[in-house]
């Protein structure tokens, strides 16, 4: 079984950093593409940044030169380093990874979301 916990979240004054972790755990065989992606209230859910098995990685043009994401494979962990943040960057944060896993057929490649974490921009 795979498990995927974010943390970091919080309360921070507009312009502060923060980062997020997103690790996972459990019979990983490796893991794929991550993505960050994060809900405000009343709003769809977006799409933040994703890091590829290769490191290639991809932001959405809101958090470009503001946030980083980087992974440590050796740790099953992904991190988002939000810095300069501002008041609209407020939302549950979610990350999903693109796992393979052992299986009896072999290793096949799933879809696993964490719970997510609150982060909360004060102006």
């Known amino acids: 079984q795979v498990r995927v916990v974010e943390s970091g979240g919080g309360l921070v004054q507009a312009g502060g950093p923060l980062r997020l972790s997103c690790a996972a755990s459990?019979?990983?065989?490796?893991?794929?593409?991550i993505g960050w992606y994060r809900q405000a209230p009343g709003k769809q859910l977006e799409l933040v940044a994703t890091?590829?098995?290769?490191?290639?990685?991809n932001y959405q043009d809101s958090v470009k030169g503001r946030f980083t994401i980087s992974r440590d494979n050796a740790k099953n962990t992904v991190y988002l380093q939000m810095n300069s943040l501002k008041p609209e960057d407020t939302a549950v944060y979610y990350c999903?990874?693109?796992?393979?896993?052992?299986?009896?057929?072999?290793?096949?490649?799933?879809?696993?979301w964490g719970q997510g974490t609150q982060v909360t921009v004060s102006s």
């Open positions: 999903k990874g693109s796992i393979r896993i052992p299986s009896l057929l072999g290793v096949r490649a799933t879809d696993y």
């Open positions: 459990g019979s990983i065989f490796s893991i794929n593409t």
């Open positions: 890091i590829t098995s290769g490191e290639s990685t």
